[in-house]
Structure formats: C-alpha cells, structure tokens
C-alpha cells in the first residue's frame, strides 16, 4: 500500500526509533512482488515493469526468460522474434537500446492485431535501436505499428498487408543492384496491399533504384517524410531512378515531404516525386496526391530529371497537386509522354537559383486533362511552360515567357512581391492575392496537412490541422541519422537545421 514504504523507511531512519517486525516483513513482501512482476514496492504497476500485454527485448535479455517474466525490463526476452512470439491483439513489445542482427531479430513472421487492438512495435527509447536484420512482411499482416526505431540493412525493406503505422523510423540503404528499393510497399504478387500511413520517418542511405516504392498498393499515406537519395545503386539497364514513386497505385497521398539534395551523380534519375503507370499490372494510377510537397536541389547534370514527372505507357487521371515546391531539378513537373495524363495543379513554386541546368518549367505535352494555375515559374535557362499552359501565374527570368490569363512578367521576389522563403508567400505581397478569384499565386506549406495517426478516410486524415509546420518535426534526430551519423556534409547537412537549409534556399535567412 502506498503509505507502507514511507512509514516503513521513516521508522528505520528515525533516531531512536523501534523497528516493527510487522513492517519489515511487509517490506520484504512487497519486494518480492516487485522482482516478479515489476511493480514498485507500493504496488504500483508502473517502475520498471509494464502492463499484462507489455514485453521487452534487450541484447542482454535471455530468450529462456518466459513471456510472463519478460513483462519486466530487467528480466527481457534476448531477441526481436522470440519476443514477437508474446503479442497478442494489444499488446506491445519494447525493444531496449541497441543493435538487433541475426535472423533472430528479423522483424518477419509477424503476429498481427485486430481493428481497435494494434500490435506495437517501438523502442523504448527513439532513436537508440538499430535493426539490421530487417523486415520483411507477408501480405496478410494486419494492424501493426511500428515506432522509433532506425532499420538499416544492404537488401531493403518489404511492407505489406495492411492497416500498417510506422511512426519516427529511419530507413536507411538498400542493394546495390536488381530490381529493388530502399523500402517497398506492394507486390506483383497479391493485390492486397492497402490502408498504410508513414507519418515522420525518412529514408536515404546508398543502395535502391527508389527511396520509397509504392507498388500495386492502394490507400498508402505519406505524412511529413524527408527523403534523399544517396546512390550507391548500379545500373545495368537503364531503368529510372527516383526518391518516391507512387507506381500502379490508386488514391495514395503524399503530404508535407521533402525530397532534397540527391547527390547528382545517377544517369537514369527521373524524379524526386515520381508517378508511374505500367500496363502490365492490373492496378491503375488514379486519384493520387501532392499536397504541401517540397522538391530541392535534385538535378542531375547527367539526366533530364524532374521535381515531379508521371511516366509510363497506360493513362493515369484525377491526380492533384497542390502548394508544392519543385526547384533546383532539369524541370519543375513533367507529364510529357505518350499515354494520359489528367492532373489540377494549382499553387505551385517553380525555378532555379543554380541556374546550371537547361530545363522547362512544366512540360506536358501528353494527353488527358491538365489545368495549372496559381503558379510561380522563375529562373528557367528553357521555356516557362511547354506543350501547356496555364492561368494566373508569373513568369520571371525564364528562357522563354509563354502568355495565359492573369499572367504577369514582374519579379516574385522579395517582400513586395511576396516570395522570400520558397515555402511560403508572405501575408503583404502582391501574390498573396494575384490568383485566382483573389486567390494566392505560389506555394504555402506552413501547417501540417492530416490528423495525426490517421489512415486516409479516417477523421481528419486530409484537413490542414493548423498546427505550424515549422520548425520541421524531429529535425535534431533528422540531421544526426541523416547527417552526422551518415557523414553526409552536404546539402542541408552542412547548415544548422532542416528548416533553416529551406527557408534560407533564397538567401533571407529564415523566420523561424
């Protein structure tokens, strides 16, 4: 009982004082308790043990440890997959601080939830858990979240099934050749891939053709992730290169990412933000989004890479961008080849500062319903727009100015105009109202775009939530994986944060 203990030590500490038998052995009662189910000596469930469906895992834990003992974080399981064997629907396993190798501590064979009953996977603290061993899921997994945890490994990651969280995990490398990703999402296999969110990870590391592939997957969310692609993938046949593709996939989203500082030296680059539809799958590439997306310093001097390009052989329709940032690539948004395209794109922020490489603005010369509006196109060495076109947007320093309604030739720069930081255009500037119908020209990411934790569907998966953006969420862990870990020292790994690489992209500093 909770007064016991107190009673207990101001009775042996008191000058003086007589010792109770009576308090002693309830002392040493209490103890006992506390060494085999973890409680503290006042009953209390919390301390070092855990809830009746909470297990530990730790590199010093003994897998002779039964799932009942392993409930203590002093008593853990040794390793990831006899650990794995406790979960039931709700319960949870904590993984200790450590590296987790072996295919004893592959994150495979997984036992799923139930709707309302996830199973939890995380570190117990975010961030000091390195899986190299891997994770490869079978397509009838269910109800899984998976948290902090940093999974590095040459043969990249497979995810499938659905109903999947994975909240603050890095993802890093991939193989060196074939036919492969950092990290997979979908199958040729089975189409059932479906219903997954990736809220504030990030992914880089050599290694995969893509960052992240979508594949045969539908109802995928990508919520507030940073992305590079960092090579080291060796082609053999020209295939495409990219950061993130939403390949044969319908209604998947992506929201609030950044795709930056590629490292410039792959032929085969196609695009940070890619979206592919291939006839020899039966899926299509239907009703995806862009919104609040940011692509920057991606350009290859060896390809005609873009900041988002749609590709393939098979029509693709009712896609949407929105407030989207796509500098420093060949061309801003590509949807020139030879199949369909439909897409509304509206408030877009598009140019070059390197001006060192000769590209286009938007290209699309493929069919399907296009409409741009409320867009920026500044910088270009090639045309603003070719093979479309678009309304209310200015054109500024680019090879050649093509002409729209509510097109305008002046400047977007600097406070009057209102272009001073590339994710946003400030409340006093002339685009701020230049739209359409009074509507802003130029990006604006300031608020993080979704309820946090939900699926797309679910209450608030879609609404700008009003709670700022920046500075940008988990950046310190962000830039020491990323960076200093990764002994990275380029790009936004050579300045103080994340957010202040972006906002200071033209010069101003940052406000944040």
């Not at 960092?230 to 990219?242: C, F, I, L, Q, V």
């Not at 409340?427 to 939900?454: D, E, H, P």
Request: glycine share 14%; hydrophobic share 35%.
């Amino acid at each position: 009982m909770p007064g016991a203990r107190t009673t207990y030590e101001a009775d042996w500490n008191r000058p003086g004082g007589r010792f109770s038998s009576v308090l002693l052995l309830a002392g040493i009662a209490s103890l006992l308790i506390a060494c085999v189910t973890g409680a503290d000596a006042g009953g209390n469930g919390a301390g070092r043990g855990a809830p009746a469906n909470t297990y530990y895992v730790a590199p010093t834990g003994s897998n002779f440890n039964s799932c009942a003992t392993a409930r203590n974080a002093l008593t853990p399981k040794q390793t990831i997959q006899s650990g794995l064997g406790c979960l039931a629907p709700g319960g949870t396993l904590i993984i200790r601080d450590g590296t987790y190798s072996g295919s004893a501590n592959a994150l495979r064979r997984l036992p799923n939830g139930s709707p309302g009953k996830y199973i939890t996977v995380k570190a117990e603290n975010e961030g000091k858990v390195i899986i190299t061993a891997g994770l490869e899921m079978d397509h009838t997994n269910a109800y899984l979240i998976f948290q902090g945890l940093r999974f590095q490994d040459s043969e990249g990651r497979i995810i499938l099934g659905n109903h999947l969280k994975f909240f603050r995990n890095e993802f890093k490398g991939g193989c060196p050749s074939g036919n492969c990703a950092n990290t997979a999402v979908g199958t040729n296999d089975f189409n059932d891939t479906a219903d997954i969110l990736f809220e504030d990870n990030w992914w880089h590391g050599a290694g995969g053709r893509y960052n992240l592939l979508v594949y045969n997957a539908n109802r995928v969310v990508v919520r507030r992730g940073v992305i590079r692609h960092d090579g080291g993938w060796t082609d053999t046949k020209g295939d495409p290169e990219a950061g993130l593709n939403f390949y044969n996939s319908t209604t998947c989203s992506a929201r609030n990412v950044i795709i930056l500082d590629s490292n410039l030296t792959y032929h085969t680059w196609q695009s940070a933000f890619y979206s592919v539809h291939m006839s020899d799958s039966p899926n299509a590439n239907t009703d995806n989004s862009w919104l609040g997306i940011i692509a920057l310093n991606n350009a290859s001097p060896k390809s005609d890479g873009a900041g988002l390009r749609f590709d393939g052989n098979a029509s693709q329709s009712n896609h949407v961008v929105k407030d989207a940032v796509l500098w420093d690539a060949f061309s801003g948004m590509n949807v020139s080849y030879h199949s369909s395209v439909g897409v509304t794109a509206s408030g877009l922020t598009i140019g070059q500062t390197k001006r060192g490489n000769i590209g286009v603005g938007i290209q699309g010369r493929s069919r399907g319903d296009k409409a741009f509006a409320n867009v920026i196109i500044a910088n270009m060495n090639d045309a603003d727009l070719s093979g479309v076109s678009a309304t209310f947007f200015y054109t500024f320093n680019n090879g050649s100015t093509s002409s729209g309604a509510g097109r305008s030739t002046s400047s977007p720069f600097g406070a009057r105009a209102g272009l001073l930081y590339l994710p946003r255009i400030e409340a006093t500037g002339a685009l701020k109202t230049a739209g359409l119908g009074g509507s802003q020209i130029g990006a604006q990411i300031v608020n993080r775009i979704g309820a946090a934790g939900t699926l797309r569907g679910e209450t608030g998966w879609d609404g700008d939530t009003g709670v700022p953006l920046w500075p940008f969420p988990n950046e310190a862990r962000i830039m020491k994986e990323m960076c200093t870990d990764a002994r990275i020292t380029r790009g936004f790994c050579s300045d103080s944060s994340l957010t202040h690489y972006i906002m200071n992209y033209l010069g101003n500093g940052s406000p944040y």
